[in-house]
């Protein structure tokens, strides 16, 4: 969460900083700023809301200068507002940070004692409290940083910026990633690559702990204990195309649109004629006697859909837990386990503190769509999803790739441990490689869920129902309708519904049934008709055999290609977006950057 960036360069920073940062406004957009040096002078322009404001601002109130930082913000301590906007300045120095300082209390009991007075309710003041405290005290900017750097706890990726310092930036990062960014006579620094993207294709990420001076000569980097650190300069390649709405209306729509193409791109990274094509570290699965999976929020229901197919297909125990919850329980592992970690962005902050609490114990492979990020360079193994960048920040093609990379994993686990044969296996991979033409069938009921979506667009309260790995597609269709839409929405095992949720339904909630018909299928139409008794609007989604059998009395039917068991979680979860998109657009909702939320949970 929060997103930022900096530029020693040879042009005007401002709106250089303002385009990176609409490349990291995912990351948060409850307000914006930036700090510039001109002429040796310090000055900053923030604006509470999207970046628009920001960029409408400096029409206004130009922010001259070759040399700047800039901020996207998340809030967390203290509500959006300009005095609560990054860059925090105080006196002689400017810092933008993205993380939580745990001590900032302490800190500014402790300035305060020393006549240094707040003017916000943010933690990263202190920040540059403490930073102008040392530069008082005569230490030099560098030397200033460090000692602030050295007193703070908790998790940052901060960039500080000096008055009377026009070629220098310094910055930091623990816990949260930060990039450096390798230009000529030129530099940057940013939360991420996508950010300085269109500036180099030169990139060193930071490790845990670094601090880096940017010059426009280059960059100095040491690490936690002050020794000089060789980081590898790399070049990286991101299609910018993909970075754009590409002629769609939201980020989002695009992003649902070009699954076909992703997983096609995913499948040929891993799939041959002969085979499956994996990282020699992915181990002999006969040899796991149990596998653990942890993640986030989407990327959870990935691993829960997993958790059938491993269990059913290779015979494996498969435990999945929330991030956020796992590292409290003191879980056992056994020396046979492995740790399966899946996130988006490879930064999450609670899956990445989780990776830590186990990296030791168990060999950790990560399944993650960055291969640079910080859950992949303290993994054993990473598996790419290939889905390309993803602004929206409700995911959508990367759930997908995900799902279809543990798929590729689980038929490596079922072939290691026998438990399909070369004829089996083969049927498998085949089914795999229709995966992209499936969906693209899918997409095609896009107008029929639009005017769903209109309907749904009325209704204060949805359910989603689903049995076996169609459960976990229930749980990510109702996430993502309340993601985007605001509506409240809750997605339950069919089974359960006369448990308790039964109670909810009337003639205003409509319940999404997600049923292909498969083995599981009568058991939910059963389940269909305890709803449709009690008056209850039932959407099926289903194939075109599950939906001639089981549609009277039916609200709206929405119509699947028919699909093989391990294929049918990937298909049915592009209804269930869909459905989310049509409905937030009939609200008028921010589709891309819905409340409150963030793409990168980069704070635990």
């Known amino acids: 969460m929060c997103g930022i960036v900096g530029i020693l360069g040879e042009h005007e920073a401002a709106p250089i900083l303002v385009e990176a940062l609409k490349r990291l406004e995912y990351r948060g957009y409850d307000s914006a700023g930036i700090a510039t040096i001109n002429e040796g002078v310090l000055d900053r322009r923030r604006a509470v809301g999207k970046l628009v404001n920001l960029a409408d ?19 967390t301590h203290g509500a959006p507002s300009v005095t609560n906007a990054h ?37 990263t003041e202190t920040i540059s409290l403490l930073a102008q405290s040392f530069l008082d005290q005569g230490l030099s900017p560098r030397d200033a940083a460090e000692q602030t750097i050295a007193r703070l706890e908790g998790a940052f990726a901060l960039a500080f910026l000096f008055n009377g310092e026009s070629d220098l930036i310094i910055a930091a990062r ?6 450096v960014g390798w230009g000529d006579g030129e530099m940057y620094i940013g939360s991420d690559a996508i950010a300085l993207a269109p500036l180099t294709d030169r990139i060193t990420y930071l490790e845990e702990g670094d601090r880096v001076l940017l010059t426009r000569a280059g ?31 939201h980020f989002m729509a695009k992003e649902i649109a070009e699954q076909p193409a992703v997983l096609s791109d995913a499948l040929q990274n891993y799939l041959t004629e002969d085979g499956l094509v994996l990282p020699d570290a992915v181990p002999d699965f006969s040899q796991v006697e149990r596998i653990l999976m942890v993640a986030c929020g989407t990327a959870f229901y ?3 859909t997993a958790k059938y197919w491993l269990e059913q297909m290779a015979g494996i125990p498969v ?22 970690f899946v996130s988006q962005s490879g930064e999450t902050a609670d899956t990445l503190a989780a990776l830590r609490h186990v990296a030791t114990r168990s060999q950790i492979l990560s399944v993650v769509n960055v291969p640079e990020s910080s859950i992949a360079r303290e993994s054993d193994v990473v598996l790419p999803i290939h889905a390309g960048a993803e602004i929206g920040v409700a995911s959508t093609k990367a759930f997908t790739c995900q799902l279809l990379v543990l798929a590729i994993l689980t038929l490596r686990a079922a072939r290691d441990r026998g438990q399909i044969d070369d004829a089996a296996f083969a049927e498998h991979l085949s089914e795999l490689r229709a995966v992209p033409g499936l969906v693209s069938q899918a997409l095609a009921a896009s107008d029929e869920l639009e005017v769903t979506g209109e309907k749904l667009a009325e209704a204060q309260d949805v359910l989603f129902l689903g049995r076996g790995q169609m459960f976990p597609i229930a749980m990510e269709g109702a996430l993502k309708l309340k993601e985007i839409s605001y509506i409240h929405a809750e997605g339950y095992a069919s089974g359960e519904l006369k448990h308790g949720p039964i109670a909810l339904i009337d003639r205003n909630v409509p319940v999404i049934v997600m049923a292909p018909q498969d083995a599981l299928f009568d058991k939910t139409v059963s389940n269909m008709q ?61 589709v891309d950057q819905p409340r409150n939320l963030a793409k990168s949970v980069t704070v635990e």
Request: with cysteine.
């Open 219 to 249: 960059a100095e980097i040491w690490d936690a204990e002050g020794r000089a650190a060789n980081r590898e300069v790399r070049k990286i390649q991101i299609d910018t195309s993909r970075i754009g709405k590409g002629g769609h209306k």
């Open 87 to 123: 860059p925090h300045r105080s006196g002689p120095v400017a810092v933008v940070h993205n993380g939580i300082i745990e001590n900032f209390r302490d800190l500014r009991s402790e300035l305060s004692e020393k006549g240094y007075s707040t003017e916000t309710e943010t933690d």
């Open 319 to 340: 435990e999945v837990d929330i991030a956020s919850e796992f590292r409290y329980r003191n879980a056992p592992i056994g020396p046979k386990t492995l740790a399966i």
């Open 530 to 590: 305890e709803v449709m008794a009690r008056g209850g609007q039932i959407v099926l989604i289903s194939d075109r055999k599950g939906a001639t059998s089981a549609s009277e009395g039916v609200w709206r039917v929405i119509e699947m290609p028919q699909a093989p068991d391990l294929s049918a979680p990937i298909v049915y979860a592009v209804p269930a977006q869909l459905l989310a998109y049509y409905t937030a657009v009939a609200k008028g909702t921010d």
């Open 174 to 179: 623990k816990g949260s990633p930060l990039a």
């Open 57 to 75: 601002l400096l029409v206004h109130e130009p922010l001259p200068g070759q040399s700047g930082i800039g901020h996207t913000r998340w809030a």
């Open 302 to 304: 990935a691993c829960q």
